[in-house]
């Protein structure tokens, strides 16, 4: 049969609640001022254009007292009161009023060094990672496959993976191992995809946990740059494109399993939608029952569900949690899932999107 090398699709996403993606650094304090907004400043480029006495100020300041505590907040309060932020910021966005808060009350105490998770940019533009999508979408098909095969409790990820997918071979050494020759998702491309603007704010991101039938707050409390969605202050859509490379899928040459050829995106969808709702349900089982003063965000819970109906659920990020991201339980290491959870303004649980198929974009 002859397939066209490539299936496009137009995928809408839209952003239900905060989703973090980081870059993997944290922000320090002199690398960001926050006013009205947040202020990712530049200051190499602001300090070479300092002179007469602000220049003699600044070069006192990192001298030779520069990492003792009190000259580090003297140098913070400096940067703060002198910098224009109109011409040396990288980027800018929201900060909410919490995040706000923090800032001025502990902006003084020197222990305090209030580092900030980035969103993961390029260009200054934040984006959701095609390697992310990728890897959730991935997660829910696996689960789905896990459905109709036992696996290996104990195995490694990677083993596990390739029995799922029938891609594990024997090496020269006689010990089994996963062959990415063999994986059905090298067929899969996702592209990443930009965030409209002003899609971002630094949030104040809050552990719970379980103890004694109440939800309380841990002193685990991150600072994080994540996206606004429908369920908090606005909605927040964006398109993605996913393409399915069926000649890779179908030729026998490509070495992936003939079990895989038939696959259509409509397959990893209906399996995420699966996936991330029985994940969304058993995460609520699990942090909610048998506590009081859940009331609140068991009905955020159920307003996920109610925006996703006509698309289908799906979970990105971090903060996702234990649950979202092991795709079966009896594999999960972790015993106490369930016992804590990230929340963002104390009652939203992080990354559930709504997809929407668009259409066929085009067929090559």
């Given at each position: 049969m002859n397939y066209p090398r490539q299936e496009a699709y137009k995928i809408k996403s839209e952003i239900l609640t905060p989703v973090h993606i980081g870059d993997g650094t944290e922000l320090e304090p002199l690398e960001y001022v926050i006013k009205d907004k947040f202020y990712k400043v530049n200051m190499e480029e602001w300090v070479s254009t300092l002179s007469g006495e602000k220049a003699e100020e600044f070069k006192q300041l990192t001298g030779k007292d520069y990492a003792q505590e009190t000259t580090l907040v003297a140098l913070r309060k400096f940067v703060r009161d002198n910098i224009d932020t109109g011409k040396y910021t990288e980027w800018a966005v929201d900060v909410s009023s919490a995040v706000q808060k923090r800032y001025k009350e502990r902006f003084d105490a020197p222990e305090n060094q209030l580092p900030m998770l980035p969103f993961i940019r390029t260009g200054n533009k934040p984006f959701l990672p095609g390697s992310s999508i990728k890897g959730a979408l991935r997660t829910a098909y696996l689960n789905f496959l896990k459905r109709n095969n036992q696996v290996k409790e104990k195995s490694r990820a990677d083993l596990v993976e390739g029995e799922l997918f029938k891609a594990n071979i024997e090496g020269r050494d006689g010990r089994t191992r996963f062959d990415i020759d063999k994986?059905?998702?090298?067929?899969?491309?996702?592209?990443?995809?930009?965030?409209?603007?002003?899609?971002?704010?630094?949030?104040?991101?809050?552990?719970?946990?379980?103890?004694?039938?109440?939800?309380?707050?841990?002193?685990?409390?991150?600072?994080?740059?994540?996206?606004?969605?429908?369920?908090?202050?606005?909605?927040?859509?964006?398109?993605?494109?996913?393409?399915?490379?069926?000649?890779?899928?179908?030729?026998?040459?490509?070495?992936?399993?003939?079990?895989?050829?038939?696959?259509?995106?409509?397959?990893?969808?209906?399996?995420?939608?699966?996936?991330?709702?029985?994940?969304?349900?058993?995460?609520?089982?699990?942090?909610?029952?048998?506590?009081?003063?859940?009331?609140?965000?068991?009905?955020?819970?159920?307003?996920?569900?109610?925006?996703?109906?006509?698309?289908?659920?799906?979970?990105?990020?971090?903060?996702?949690?234990?649950?979202?991201?092991?795709?079966?339980?009896?594999?999960?290491?972790?015993?106490?899932?369930?016992?804590?959870?990230?929340?963002?303004?104390?009652?939203?649980?992080?990354?559930?999107?709504?997809?929407?198929?668009c259409g066929k974009s085009k067929c090559i």
């Open positions: 994986d059905p998702f090298r067929a899969i491309k996702i592209k990443d995809a930009f965030l409209p603007e002003v899609s971002t704010f630094f949030g104040e991101v809050i552990n719970y946990n379980k103890k004694d039938s109440r939800l309380n707050p841990t002193n685990i409390q991150i600072l994080s740059e994540v996206t606004y969605g429908s369920l908090i202050e606005k909605p927040i859509s964006l398109e993605l494109e996913i393409s399915l490379d069926r000649k890779v899928l179908c030729n026998r040459e490509s070495s992936i399993d003939k079990i895989h050829e038939n696959i259509s995106l409509k397959g990893p969808l209906e399996a995420c939608n699966n996936f991330y709702r029985s994940a969304l349900n058993e995460e609520k089982d699990k942090f909610l029952s048998g506590v009081s003063g859940g009331e609140e965000i068991g009905k955020v819970y159920q307003q996920i569900l109610d925006h996703a109906k006509g698309g289908y659920l799906f979970r990105l990020g971090w903060g996702s949690g234990l649950i979202s991201m092991t795709i079966a339980q009896e594999l999960r290491t972790e015993r106490r899932y369930g016992k804590s959870k990230h929340l963002i303004v104390g009652k939203y649980p992080m990354g559930f999107i709504k997809l929407s198929v």
